[in-house]
């Protein structure tokens, strides 16, 4: 991977790590960043690397989310997300 991907990846995990666990402290588990890294690129990349912007782009998307993604937000907004 290069650099640069590797730079934009560590953004994204951040973002939506934060995104996924908003109210926990925590930055989300790894299956939730993969079921949220690809929707990121494809409809948020313009935000890359800013994680807050990348947050708020897939929040503002959640009708264009990949349902596992849909899922990450759902769980974040009710709470209901499970950290290790």
């Known amino acids: 991977m290069t650099r640069l991907k590797q730079?934009?990846?560590a953004?994204?995990?951040?973002a939506l790590?934060?995104?996924a666990a908003f109210a926990q402290e925590n930055r989300g588990t790894p299956e939730q960043r993969a079921a949220c890294?690809?929707?990121a690129f494809r409809l948020c990349s313009?935000?890359?690397p800013d994680p807050s912007g990348v947050e708020a782009c897939l929040r503002f998307r959640k009708a264009d989310l990949s349902e596992g993604c849909k899922a990450v937000f759902e769980q974040a907004?009710?709470?209901s997300v499970r950290t290790r």
């Open 37 to 39: 890294t690809s929707d």
């Open 77 to 79: 907004s009710t709470g």
């Open 46 to 48: 313009a935000y890359i």
């Open 11 to 14: 953004t994204i995990v951040v």
């Open 7 to 9: 730079a934009l990846f």
């Open 17 to 19: 790590g934060s995104a």
